[in-house]
């Protein structure tokens, strides 16, 4: 099993590789074109900001590799956020792997805070990334920007409002929580992940 991880300019790929590492399993740092198309799977990981973010992904070309990708791929937080059409954040076109449009949480509620941070529960589970997981789970979350619902969406959080925590379409995968911080759910999803 040959697991990549997308070496970037917006990576958490510390955490992720130890998250890995606990159930067993070693991955592979690279931006290598080559090296990400021959992956049996590649996560695509990212904390930080939407606009910088792709420009980066486009100097390197990086863009056109992951839209092309054939095999299981899995974005995180910011990740997902980039696989989407558009961010509001800094106004970004970004892959257009899935049309919901990620935005920025608004309120006027009183002491509700942006980001969001911390523990918060999945629900409407689809898909066999979340096998095993019981719905109303809890994962570990934070973001300021969230995706819509739509027809991709496999796991949704309330924040203000419903939004997709999780995103499906062929063989893109897309969580806005961080499996590799959600403990015993995060590691069965890494699993699931990897099974796929």
Known sequence: MKLVIIKYNAGNIQSVLYALERIGMEAIVTDDHA?????????FPGVGEASTAMSYLKERGLDTVIK?????????????????AYSEENDTQCLGIFEE??????????GIKIPQMGWNTIYDLKTGLF???????????VHGYYAALGEHTIATTDY????????????????????????????????????L
């Open 68 to 84: 092309n990708l054939q095999q299981p791929v899995l974005g995180i937080c910011l990740g997902m956020q980039l696989m989407c």
């Open 160 to 195: 203000i409002q419903p939004y997709s925590s999780a995103l499906h379409k062929n063989n893109f995968y897309g969580t806005q929580f961080h499996p590799e911080k959600s403990a015993g759910v995060g590691e069965q999803i890494l699993r699931n992940f990897i099974d």
């Open 35 to 43: 090296a990400i198309k021959s992956a049996d799977k590649v996560i």
């Open 101 to 110: 449009p990620v935005k920025w949480f608004k309120t006027n509620q009183p």
């Open 131 to 141: 096998k095993g997981i019981k719905e109303n789970s809890y994962a570990y979350f």
